[in-house]
């Protein structure tokens, strides 16, 4: 029976072949520390309960060092297969980037770059050009820049443009997106002026032309990307609010959120998504997106619109604290030229998950079920996945899902053991079954959900 007094002195379990190990391989700090707090654990099980001390104390207390010390150095953040259905799934990180945008971020990211170095001058440069071409030629603006994300991209330029003055917005977008991000606060935070027109449901040009006065900085317009109003709405044309602000030589800056660049095999849920090219065209002076939604990038947030505009922003001295970092203008940069090469967009993950047919989808869902059949009740049926991350809000894109049933087994059992598995499987129970939708799952990864389904079966 291991009394407290049994237990090693720290500097003898040190002296253990196995702990010698640890400590070449994390640390003789770190080791220590991992073996006082080992000896304390074991110190409480011997005096809570003599049945549970029985043993090696030293072989004890190395094997949990061994895993805590283990612990330590597991990273919280691991990938997981999205089955949800939900393509941009802002839980899940968003938008995956495509592989040549992974490669070119690693590839940056482990060595020197010309992030601020004109190689043709021999000259410090600007991080700034770095993206701007391929964004001016993809959205038809004359300059652009990019910050960490497209909250940032709203709160910079409503700082370099309108702080101590007033920004005209309608009641009807003064939204909250996830997280508890509301366009109120950002406005607060750059130090401009709400100045709030329309109704909830209705608000005309003249509202707008009504509100306009000398303290007006800019208009700003903010797409409603997270929800969709019915009804007795109505919502001022953009060409006529271009026209209007133009008239009284105040910009007009749009929120797009979501950033869609426009394609003709898009679904038809995003049709009536507004494009980047579109609004500029309608006269919108300065457009804001993200980069890690529709555009399917690294996460960023990005301006666009008229040089002299844009010049303002970048001199703003936010931009210092808000400027994006090497690897997401290597991820960015990538993932524009695969925009800009139309035949290349389908290695963009996030094109790829919105063009997919439902036959494709529906064709591995039934090579899946056939190898699973048995292992598990597996059927196939019809669903509907959603494009999620604020945009398109009410979308349902047709697909086919895999309905998994284990006897014996609950679905919220189901989900729990397919999240506990390596890597694990993100899904969602409908109808009191756990269900798999492949358009959000990597075809690359369709063995890996096999072997995650195959596992269900097993006890535990």
Request: glycine share 8%; net charge negative; no cysteine.
């Amino acid at each position: 029976m291991t009394r407290p007094r049994d237990i090693p002195s720290i500097d003898r379990l040190l002296q253990r072949a196995g702990v010698q190990a640890l400590v070449a391989e994390h640390g003789r700090a770190a080791v220590t520390e991992a073996l006082r707090r080992s000896a304390d654990g074991y110190r409480d099980l011997v005096i809570e309960t003599a049945d549970a001390a029985d043993g090696d104390p030293a072989a004890f207390i190395e094997a949990d060092t061994r895993r805590r010390l283990d612990a330590r150095g597991t990273p919280s953040l691991v990938d997981v297969i999205n089955a949800t259905g939900v393509i941009l799934h802002t839980n899940l990180g968003r938008a995956p980037l495509a592989r040549q945008a992974a490669d070119a971020a690693a590839a940056i990211a482990s060595g020197y770059s010309n992030l601020e170095y004109d190689l043709a001058a021999g000259t410090r440069g600007h991080r700034h050009v770095h993206a701007e071409r391929l964004l001016t030629g993809l959205t038809g603006a004359e300059a652009a820049l990019v910050v960490n994300n497209n909250a940032a991209a709203a709160l910079v330029v409503l700082a370099a443009l309108a702080a101590g003055r007033e920004a005209i917005v309608s009641r009807g977008e003064l939204v909250e997106i996830g997280g508890g991000f509301r366009v109120p606060d950002v406005m607060a935070q750059s130090g401009a002026i709400l100045r709030e027109v329309g109704t909830t449901n209705r608000t005309r040009v003249s509202d707008y032309a009504a509100a306009i006065g000398e303290r007006t900085a800019l208009i700003l317009r903010v797409h409603p990307s997270n929800f969709h109003m019915d009804g007795f709405t109505e919502r001022a044309p953009l060409k006529a609010l271009a026209d209007l602000a133009h008239r009284f030589e105040v910009p007009l800056v749009e929120d797009l959120g979501s950033g869609w660049l426009g394609d003709a095999n898009a679904p038809a849920v995003l049709r009536d998504e507004p494009t980047i090219g579109a609004s500029l065209t309608a006269g919108v002076d300065l457009v804001t997106f993200s980069g890690d939604k529709l555009l399917g990038g690294p996460q960023s947030g990005i301006v666009a619109g008229r040089r002299a505009l844009v010049d303002r922003v970048r001199s703003h001295p936010l931009m210092r604290a808000l400027r994006a970092d090497k690897i997401t203008y290597a991820a960015l940069e990538t993932t524009l030229s695969l925009w800009a090469r139309e035949p290349l967009r389908k290695e963009i993950p996030i094109y790829r998950m919105l063009t997919t047919s439902v036959d494709e989808i529906d064709r591995r869902a039934h090579a899946l079920a056939a190898r699973l059949k048995d292992m598990a009740d597996v059927q196939v049926i019809d669903g509907e996945s959603t494009v999620g991350g604020g945009s398109a809000p009410q979308s349902a894109i047709p697909t086919r899902l895999l309905a998994v049933h284990v006897e014996g087994r609950s679905a919220a059992d189901l989900d729990r053991r397919l999240r506990a598995h390596h890597p694990p499987v993100v899904a969602r129970i409908q109808d009191d079954r756990v269900v798999l939708d492949l358009r959000t799952v990597a075809p690359d990864d369709d063995q890996t959900l096999f072997s995650a389904v195959e596992g269900l079966k097993a006890s535990g």
